[in-house]
């Protein structure tokens, strides 16, 4: 069946709920999204990342709500890049911190600092755990 | 007891007693019929054991108090916390140096402080435990010393901190640090330390040992402070 | 002068449209600033930040309180202990904006020792340029610290990976992964010939400096390279030698410098 045919519409209806989530969570407009992959290619984290971006993206715009297992929405740091770079506006960085929102506030931490060696937390400087807490724990 | 014996209400976790106006939230709960067991301690102000929290009717407000010292309002709902499940850091204080990531090295949590206040808000000793949660942080010793002095442990910031920090814990670091290598020794206490070893004061004791109840009360209502 | 009262600003700007809580710490450095001025410290409310982090974090949280009313009503009244709500004055300006606006040419005629024949490469990393809106240039096309570098008569070397991801925070719990887009940024520079690079954020700097051993043993071909902060090189470039505080540095530039002339 071709794509936007009936059945891929009405799937889209069952799953709209995340997609608004994300949408009213992130302040970005998910359907502008064109695939144009700008926002891949330019990401200096794919390397680490088991989805792009803008597959992360295109999951989203269908409302699948496993791209939450993902491991892209942590491995994302931020860096703007996207942002720049995106023919339609959309920061994308904005959906991937609503993506980790709605995981960290299920009473997940992603990482946990009481596991950090001493001999690390010595070394570490402030900013470097304080913006990680802020990034990675609910 | 106040004029005409003026009664209020209060709630003892949820259960509605009348009680003298004027009374302490410790005394009043005495009064209500409860035996403290926990929640209570020098009933000075000083040792922290009865962290308190409490509303009062028609504010949304959740307030701290130490229930030794603060008098009971007509409509207060109140609920002790007489302790605080806080991990008991160990560390060696002749082994730890005071460096500026000391505090992050024993308490990393404080790197999820969220500056909202919450604890200052809560310290019945009205400090700036925000503040000095923060110069933690920045590795500030000296700063930390002088906000958080009058700190009595008592446990209520640690139980309302978002980010789940103990702050009285960091505090005390900080303070230990400052007394070890920072203010140094005491003459003082260094001399009065050695009398004490050399036995300077047995003889005293022993005849303090010996003395009737009703005597040593004597003594202690009539001692001296001198300051 | 330094804020006689702060706290830190979180770091990172939270992004999250629901998000209040994290606003709270930079929009209470913003209303701090508003008390030096009420208290006669500063005649201007104007914040000054050396940090990239700092700067984007109290800049975008100034902008979201002014254009945000709710998020602003919510903000002042948990900040209700605060004497006074925070009025939206402060301005947020990163130094090299700063210096930008006193004028190159003012720079230079500070400078007693230039800074010749050192070929560095700058580096902003990511928040000093974006997201598009804060940063203190062209987020593609920046020229700023390159317009510094050349005011204190250092060669620029214009690296592609300017203002890449260093890594940030990943140096917490991904510390090779981190590593390696750090090595990348630095075997670049290398290759193109810099022998240092100036950068401003403390975060860049750890992870672009004091990892370079950590670097060293996943890279074999790593060789090392100076880092300092634009900071230092003017302090240098001004003949503030012992300002610059470059024994702090690792790995050590000075050996690099006294080699150029440029430390004694």
Sequence with gaps: ?138 | MEKEGKMVTIYVMGKKHRVPAGLTIMKAMEYAGYQLRRGVGCRGGFCGACATLYRVKGSYKLQAALACQKVVEDGMYIVQIPFTPAEKKLYDIEKIRPTPNVFVEHFPEITRCLSCNTCTKACPQDLMVMDYVQAALRGDIEKVVELSFDCIACGLCAIRCPAEIVPYQVAQLARRLYSKYILGLSEEVEKRVAEVEEGKFDEELEQLKRLPPEELRKRYESREIRV | MELPRWNCCGTVHALAKDDVMHHLAPVRVLLRVEEAVEAGLVDEPRVVTLCAMCYNTLKRANHLYRNDSDKRRVIESIMEKENRPYGGKAEVIHLLELLSELGWGKISERVERPLEELRVAPYYGCLLLRPRGFGVDDPEEPRIMENLLEALGAEVVDIPFKSRCCGAYHTVFMKEEAAELSYKILRQASEMGADLIALSCPLCMFNMADRQGLIGRLFRDFKGIPVLYFTQLMALAFGLEEEAHLEENNPDPRPLLRERGLWR
Excluded at chain 1, 5 to 16: H, I, M, P, Q
Aim: glycine share 8%.
């Design chain 1, 1 to 138: 069946m071709p794509l936007g045919s009936g059945e891929t519409l009405r799937l889209g209806e069952k799953l709209k709920p995340f997609r608004e989530r994300v949408k009213e969570l992130s302040g970005e407009d998910v359907g502008l999204c064109y695939q144009c992959g700008a926002c891949s290619s330019g990401c200096p984290l794919t390397d680490e990342m088991d989805l792009l971006p803008s597959t992360v993206m295109r999951m989203v715009q269908l409302g699948v709500e496993e791209v939450l297992d993902s491991k892209t929405i942590w491995i994302c740091s931020s860096c703007f890049t996207c942002q720049v770079r995106c023919p339609r506006g959309i920061d994308v960085a904005n959906v991937m911190e609503a993506l980790r929102q709605l995981v960290l506030r299920r009473k997940y931490d992603r990482v946990s600092i009481d596991l950090l060696p001493p001999e690390e937390l010595r070394e570490l400087p402030q900013i470097a755990l304080v913006s990680c807490q802020r990034k990675l724990t609910g």
